[in-house]
């Protein structure tokens, strides 16, 4: 089991502080979703995580060793940053070849592993925004380390694409911690355990995501016929019919009525995302 | 074995970052050719004066001003080794010097690398300047004393002048605040300058004084990019790295 542990972290650019008395401790292996808006400081806390960027003040400590001083603790943790970090002219085989002789690992394996061999002897340029992200990722993978930290892995990436690597890091989750930042909403409840929110360079909160509850839930549900003579459901956007209950329970308990009534309901989902409402908190309020 | 040897040349980061640069712009390697033609030019028609003119130290002060081919060859070292400047400007703008960091690497790790690819270019440009220069006056049945010393002080300059022109400019480039192409004529200008004394001192110093102004200027420059590697290793954050 490896620790991850920041104390009173300050951090940031031009001796302009991003990241402002930060403490974090992480112990259990799991995906942890580092959520906030654009600005919050996501970015700043992965760098500041792997060693790249050196805190004005406080420690970053993995497994009891200065990530910022000690090059053996940075080799032992992996960051993928939203830039891609391939070299352009070169073939994705031999960009990926050119990583792997620096930190080890193989590039064909990875190549398999993400299913990039039709692209192995294109031209990093030639490629599309996605295809690119897929080999950004893929050298990430070269070889397993103790720590991930992902800043946004599956941006750019198609709906597939973005479930396999997701299915890896859940894979490498179950011994190791990995940090794991994005913007859909439902990515994160879908596969992370536990949530840090960032707002204005410090954590807001951190909190297991099946514990964030909100007070109430829009429902949206499709059947075959007007439902608004049975249940209290309002026409809405994209032919849901609507509804405002208060508990995932009493949504089974419309469904059970509608059945009862005879009514063919063809879908039933959850209109918002309950991080939707502690994502809106963390955006700045315009003046 | 030959081809564990290449493969293992193949997979050194100079090499690579060598391979990189020139794939990124490879007009650099037709000037620096032109270049070190010319500057192979001058020593052997140096060489031919001093075949031609009898002996003593006159003939010294006469062909001094074949050293010019010094300051021409440090020249022609300074654009051959543009491209990896480019490079490390790109690699800085895509996130790869940030990648690098992530691997564990510190600042004057990645600079190391920089420098070493220059080194590399560095060598193989005086190498081949020597060879020329030899061939050129064995062809010629001249003397080959003078090429060689020739050669000898333009690989001196050149390394210097291409460890401190890589140095600085990598230093600047990571201190740029901007996103800016503004570092190849400044590293181009500012490899001129440092080879200045190279040119001027042969047309008014007879021909022991400017080998002497070559060598001392090439001790002092490494001794300048020694101390501006280690200093800028240590005083550049980081964060300066990054894109």
Redesign the interface.
Known sequence: MHTLELRNVNAG??KETVLRDVNLTIQEPSIYVVLGPNGAGKTTLF?TI?????PYSGDVLFDGENVTSS??V??R???L?H????????TVYNALT??A???GGSAEEVLALLHLEELRDKKVSDLSQGQKKRVSVA?VFLRERDLYLMDEPTSNLDPGYSKEIRDILLQLSKDRIVLYSTHNLYEASDIGTDLILIKDGTIALTEQISNIKLKEYRVGIKATTDISQIVDAERGEQGYYVMTVSSPEEAGHILKTLIEHGVLVTEMRQLENPLQELFENTRPVKA | MTNHVVRQLGRDPGIIIVKRGFALSSSYIVFAIILSSIAILITNIGNAFLRGVPGGSDVYAGTSISLLSVGLTALAAGLLTTPVLLLYVYDKNNGVLEYFLSLGMNQGDIYKRYLKAGVILVVLLVLAVAVANVAVALILRGDVIFPLEASALAAALSLSVVSFDTVAMMAFSSLQKQRAGANQPLGLALGALLVLPAYMTPYFLPFIVVVVVDLAEAVVIAALSIALFLLSSRLIRREKLLP
């Open positions: 650019y031009n760098r792997a060693g790249i960027l050196e090059r053996d940075r080799k943790i992996n960051y940053s830039h891609n970090a391939i070299p352009e002219e070169m050119f990583y002789n620096m930190q050298k």
